[in-house]
T-cell receptor, first 113, second 114 residues
Framework: DQQVKQNSPSLSVQEGRISILNCDYTNSMFDYFLWYKKYPAEGPTFLISISSIKDKNEDGRFTVFLNKSAKHLSLHIVPSQPGDSAVYFCAASSRRSQGNLIFGKGTKLSVKP | SQTIHQWPATLVQPVGSPLSLECTVEGTSNPNLYWYRQAAGRGLQLLFYSVGIGQISSEVPQNLSASRPQDRQFILSSKKLLLSDSGFYLC?????????????FGSGTRLTVV
């Protein structure tokens, strides 16, 4: 049973426009959510996170929104740049899972110049 | 500063051969250590995690095992590889209470079983 779902395997966006990556989860015990960025043949790198007590967290061009009632979060990248092209993983954790991260399958973002 | 080393970067092994992947962390003590696998078309799957020397928790029953012989060393092994063991293996660490700051991943090992 997939607890963290990223239903869009890929997304293509024009440079300068907004990229919106979506993530849904099923476990209401999750209380912390993270986004990771991964380039080919490299390990994922931490991008941004949000606690379940918040509904928005912003860091430069990256903003994560959390809708607890819908069990949905999204990552907004504005403006998108070609260097943002990578696979983005959504991850969630809970105290019950001892903090172990549960990852989605990832969304491949392509930003075209 | 903390760094994580993982090797080898790529590995091609025949079916039935043994496997040993090593991961070490520098610049910290008593880290939580993790092995993840990314198989083709799938997300990052947690395989093993360890909160201390000799303490290993397995998330998925499989053909693999893990060991933590030293505080900052985490080893992934198999006695006989299967074709389905192919994938991208990632080691990660976090401090004991640091999950809310996210994991730090190694650069990964691309394993191809032929």
């Amino acid at each position: 049973d997939q607890q963290v779902k990223q239903n869009s395997p890929s997304l293509s966006v024009q440079e300068g426009r907004i990229s919106i990556l979506n993530c849904d989860y099923t476990n209401s015990m999750f209380d912390y959510f993270l986004w990771y960025k991964k380039y080919p043949a490299e390990g994922p790198t931490f991008l941004i996170s949000i606690s379940s007590i918040k509904d928005k967290n912003e860091d430069g061009r990256f903003t994560v929104f959390l809708n607890k009632s819908a069990k949905h979060l999204s990552l907004h990248i504005v403006p998108s740049q070609p260097g943002d092209s990578a696979v983005y993983f959504c991850a969630a954790s809970s105290r019950r899972s001892q903090g172990n991260l549960i990852f989605g399958k990832g969304t491949k973002l392509s930003v075209k110049p | 500063s903390q760094t994580i080393h993982q090797w080898p970067a790529t590995l091609v092994q025949p079916v039935g051969s043994p496997l040993s992947l090593e991961c070490t962390v520098e610049g910290t003590s008593n880290p939580n250590l993790y092995w993840y696998r990314q198989a083709a078309g799938r997300g990052l799957q947690l395989l093993f995690y360890s909160v201390g020397i000799g303490q290993i928790s397995s998330e998925v029953p499989q053909n693999l095992s893990a060991s933590r012989p030293q505080d900052r060393q985490f080893i992934l092994s198999s006695k006989k590889l299967l074709l389905s063991d192919s994938g991208f293996y990632l080691c990660a660490w976090t401090s004991g209470t640091g999950v809310y700051y996210g994991y730090t991943f190694g650069s990964g090992t691309r394993l191809t079983v032929v």
